[in-house]
């Protein structure tokens, strides 16, 4: 548990599993999210050898299975008896929502929803999550077909509190692209007798019917109020100046949302639709930038480090980079920090974002010397100014270099005495930090 600085609500569910606030094993994260693929499956078919959900759940209690759970899972790819939309929710949800997708091998598509704004595209639907920091939630879809033809939605989240947000989304969509069954695929279900019938009027209400599939179920009930905190400002130890800093993009590898602006978005990240065929594009683009990075790592222990909502494709990156990886994501959410025996974030540090700096961003329990190296994963490139508050950041955390990985073409130059610039075909040449 934590103290959100959020009035409100006022606490957060700290997963040891979703790979957010705190290092996992990245294949803990995927097995989750394809756990609720599992599930859905059994739902739907009640066929789903229950062997595989045995072993999901076991690869995400003990993370040396982890390996092993996933890829067996993984070759019994699923298929689904009805066209599926599977929409995960912005930010904490996109990886988990995308590994559901990513269980099933035909008769899907997915889509995250986002809370960016994206200039030149149009939002499909919109709504709100209340309780959250950032209210607005968008959604942009380069194929509108995938709301049309899908038989079924399922939402994706990693937590149901009262579930409110999942009620918004479904009222929204019924009123734009009606359908008759929906299902919410969440971590935890905390709904209260009371929330479970706003579920039941809403039936009521649009005739529909909606079912709620999770790995863990119950009630929480909640005392005392996270105001009467106050939040501390962190004490940043000194930078390392001497930790060097690699700049490394894999930009070739992958296909972008725009060809006119000069630091786009990816196309097959989740947030612009996918198909499975999508999907196994993108594994290609996975595994070479893997590839890539694993001959540039410095030593045993590795922490990989998705930004914001781009969760999934560093978290597949980070998968297959071999031994001693911990994945996790920098987050919109403020926390309080306190260092005490039982409480989840121990530590935090808030950033300006490099990709828009009127987002303050979050990485949260990266302990002092844990770690040889550290990958950075930016989904669109920043000038080398906006991203020295990061660095700053990263450098007071003991590794022996660090790794800037830009996944957009590069438009700017990191100047000597800055960073260390990795090219295309390998280290180009070597700048003191």
């Known amino acids: 548990m934590a103290a959100r600085i959020n009035k409100k609500r006022s606490f957060l569910f700290v997963s040891k599993v979703l790979g957010k606030h705190i290092p996992v094993n990245p294949y803990t994260s995927?097995?989750?999210?394809?756990?609720l693929g599992l599930l859905l499956q059994q739902e739907l078919?009640?066929?789903m050898p229950r062997h595989l959900l045995l072993l999901a759940m076991q690869g995400i209690i003990n993370p040396s299975q982890s390996y092993e759970a996933y890829h067996e899972v993984m070759s019994h790819r699923l298929s689904l008896p009805q066209s599926i939309l599977f929409i995960g929710f912005a930010e904490t949800a996109t990886a988990i929502g995308h590994a559901v997708f990513q269980t099933f091998r035909a008769n899907c598509h997915y889509i995250h929803t986002t809370r960016e704004i994206i200039e030149e595209s149009e939002s499909i639907l919109h709504f709100s999550e209340?309780?959250?920091h950032a209210v607005?939630?968008?959604c942009y879809a380069k194929d509108p077909q995938l709301f049309t033809n899908a038989e079924t939605v399922v939402l994706i989240d990693d937590e149901i509190t009262t579930g409110k947000t999942s009620l918004n989304i479904i009222r929204d969509m019924q009123a734009k692209f009606?359908?008759?069954v929906y299902y919410i695929l969440a971590l935890l279900d905390w709904r209260t007798e009371s929330d479970q019938q706003q579920f039941t009027r809403l039936e009521q209400e649009l005739d529909i019917s909606i079912?709620?599939?999770?790995?863990?179920k119950g009630e929480v009930k909640v005392s005392g109020s996270s105001e009467s905190l106050t939040p501390g400002v962190p004490s940043l130890p000194d930078a390392d100046p001497t930790v060097p800093v690699d700049v490394i993009y894999v930009d070739r590898l992958f296909v972008h949302?725009?060809?006119?602006d000069k630091r786009p978005y990816l196309l097959h990240s989740g947030r612009f639709g996918l198909t499975p065929q999508d999907e196994e594009q993108s594994a290609i683009a996975i595994t070479q930038t893997a590839q890539q990075l694993r001959q540039t790592r410095v030593g045993a222990n590795t922490l990989c480090v998705g930004t914001g909502e781009f969760m999934y494709i560093p978290m597949r990156i980070a998968a297959e980079m071999g031994?001693?990886?911990?994945?996790q994501s920098t987050t919109r959410s403020p926390i309080h920090t306190i260092d005490r025996e039982g409480y989840a974030v121990k530590s935090g540090y808030p950033y300006l974002s490099p990709e828009d700096p009127e987002v303050t961003h979050f990485l949260y329990n990266i302990p002092v010397g844990l770690y040889d190296d550290l990958y950075f994963f930016m989904e669109r490139e920043a000038d080398p100014s906006s991203m020295l508050p990061i660095c700053q950041i990263l450098k007071t955390r003991g590794v022996q270099r660090i790794h800037l990985v830009m996944f957009s073409p590069q438009t700017v130059e990191w100047k000597e005495g800055e960073v260390w610039k990795i090219g295309e075909s390998g280290l180009s040449r070597s700048l003191s930090s």
Not at 257 to 260: A, G, L, M, Q, R
């Open 136 to 138: 607005a939630h968008y």
């Open 323 to 327: 031994a001693g990886v911990s994945y």
């Open 45 to 47: 078919q009640g066929n």
């Open 257 to 260: 949302h725009s060809t006119t």
């Open 178 to 180: 009606p359908k008759k």
């Open 130 to 132: 209340e309780h959250s």
């Open 211 to 216: 079912h709620v599939l999770s790995l863990v």
């Open 30 to 35: 995927l097995l989750s999210g394809v756990s």
